[in-house]
């Protein structure tokens, strides 16, 4: 069976990567010794025993109890090195990598810190791997819109290094309509738009992602399919959706693997692509996540290659850059 090697050697973008749900615990324990940071676990076999979620909350509160131990500039390049070689081993041309400043400047850290960090390995990326890296900044969606807009203005002197804003965190209650004015602002910056939608939350959470904050890109978006007038809006638009099959399988969106509906978003026209979330909590970086999607669901080569050429259309790299990488 070649279809393995196929997937792993075929270059692909990644567009949904949460660059602190790309700590180890490894680089956790040897940050927390650095800083002199306690974590409330006595190792690294005892800190990924504890990586049984039973929901997103059950996740964000031990990934933002790990993001605890990034303090310095070194330390937010080191972890994103760390994920950036990674990306570069499974093929992956193009990253575009999200980042919670709000996890880190409500610690004390300045943003930057944050950015001066995350952004020097993106050069270093390009130049030492030939991966074209870049930063989209995640506003919290369980803080308030005026915390967003607190975190905007931070980040006004680093708009060159960011290519687009996005929304995270815990999606049920904290609807896209309540960040609707900054996300505004966002667009008359110019600036690139996503938003987490329809990963645990309703395709209500969609269609106001699209008609009310105006994002280019759906992250996750697998509840879409309960909503068949949102599914032929998906497609007539050519919205990407950024699907991450593993975090949906530990997040228990789906009760295992096989019963992804990747292979049903591709089937109904859709740019679906296929991403890591947070890849060290969830099992396993891109091409992971395609082996055992593709192990589980029976899908094959014709959809390997479409959801590869997805997800160098989905990106938001420049034209002659897509299309060179097409
Ligand atoms: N932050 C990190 N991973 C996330 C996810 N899967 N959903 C929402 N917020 C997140
Ligand atoms: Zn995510």
């Keep these: 069976d070649r279809l393995p090697a196929l997937l792993a050697a ?147 002197p680093f708009l060159d290094k960011i290519i687009g804003v996005g929304l995270d965190s815990s999606e049920v209650g904290h609807p896209p309509e309540k960040f609707a004015r900054v996300f505004a602002r966002c667009r008359a910056l110019g600036l690139h738009l996503v938003a987490h939608a329809g990963e645990e939350g309703p395709p209500a959470y969609v269609w ?5 904050l105006k994002v280019e890109r759906i992250d996750h978006g697998v509840q879409s399919v309960r909503d068949a007038a949102l599914m032929q809006r998906l497609a007539r638009d050519r919205i990407p959706l950024t699907v991450c099959p593993l975090s949906n399988q530990k997040l228990c969106v789906f009760p295992d693997l096989q019963h992804h509906n990747l292979g049903r978003l591709l089937e109904a026209g859709l740019v679906a692509t296929v991403n890591s979330d947070d890849p060290a909590y969830f099992g396993g970086y891109i091409n992971e996540n395609f082996t055992q999607t593709f192990a589980a669901t029976g899908l094959g080569a014709t959809q390997a290659y479409q959801l590869a050429r997805n997800s160098f259309e989905g990106s938001f790299g420049d034209a002659t850059q897509k299309q060179q990488l097409i």
């Excluded at 310095?72 to 093929?91: E, H, I, P, V």
């Excluded at 106001?208 to 009310?212: F, K, Q, T």
Aim: hydrophobic share 45%; aromatic share 10%.
């Design 208 to 212: 106001s992602a699209l008609d009310v």
């Design 10 to 156: 075929m270059p692909k973008a990644e567009l949904h990567i949460h660059i602190e749900g790309s700590l180890e615990p490894e680089l956790i324990f040897a940050l927390s010794q650095r800083n002199g940071i306690a974590i409330p676990y006595a190792g690294v076999e005892e800190l990924r025993r504890a990586y049984a979620f039973t929901n997103l909350q059950s996740f964000l509160d031990i990934y933002y109890a790990g993001a605890s131990v990034l303090i310095t500039a070194q330390d937010f390049y080191d972890m994103a090195w760390a994920y950036l070689r990674k990306a570069a081993a499974d093929n992956v041309a193009r990253a575009e990598i999200f980042f919670d400043p709000q996890t880190h400047t409500a610690r004390g850290v300045d943003m930057a810190t944050v950015i001066d960090g995350l952004h020097r390995a993106c050069a270093d990326a390009q130049k030492q791997l030939g991966v074209s890296a870049a930063l989209i900044l995640c506003f919290l969606r369980h803080l308030s819109e005026e915390d967003a807009f607190q975190t905007l203005e931070q980040a006004q």
